[in-house]
């Protein structure tokens, strides 16, 4: 007997591409705006400029890192946290209108949002904070410490709270949706990994410590960055610090 098709399987036969059904040609007629902006954030924060030479070499980084759960109480420096938003979506290049950035995107849709949970950031308020990519700064939208209560929202994983900061990665979905329609779900995660890998290695390049977290209670993870869950949803964390 055939075992009922579970939504997985059903998701990627429905998402598939064949030459006869290229729904992703069709244009949706709104397009979303390509960054999101926070009205009435507590605070704004410029972020010092990063460095876009040297640091390790790509060979050592790729062969060091590893994940690291056990983080040491030191703060991450704000040029280090400047360091690796840039190194995940920071501006990296212009194309006509387009801003391309350090992380690949298909279509350069960039859907995924950049949350960071501040922990111990020196030079930076413990609470919820969005990354404005056009300018590299940090927009503050809730204040006070969250780490146990995103720990508890991430299957009681004890290292979010014991990190510096944690980076939650959000996709505003109608982003990519306009041009990939229901496809655009398989891009929205693969963006996402390319930003937990890139970001792994950035930190790495630091000398700091990180680890990539999927899993997580979705709804209490949504609820925290203040989102809905279906026009914009969490997709994937990292958490960062010193290792200890
Ligand atoms: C998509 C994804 C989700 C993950 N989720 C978690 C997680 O929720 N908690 C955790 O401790 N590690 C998580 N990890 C880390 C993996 O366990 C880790 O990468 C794996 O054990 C290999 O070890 P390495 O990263 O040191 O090479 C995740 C990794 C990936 C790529």
New binding site residues.
Partial sequence: MREEQGIGRHFQNATKYHRDRMQGHRLRPRQAPPFSRHENPLSVLKLPEPETAGGMGLWEVVAR???V?DFSPRPLSLPQLSQLLWATQGITATVGPHLLRACASAGALYPDETYVFANRVQGCAPGLWHYQVQDHSLAQLSAGDLGDQLAAA?LH?EFCAEAAAVFAWAAVVERAAWKYHDRCYRYLYLDA?HL?GQLQLAACALGLGS?????FFDDEVNQLLGLDGEEETAL?LTAVGHPQ
């Fill in positions: 890192r590893r994940s759960r991430c994983q990994g937990g680890v990539n977290i999927g899993a994937y």
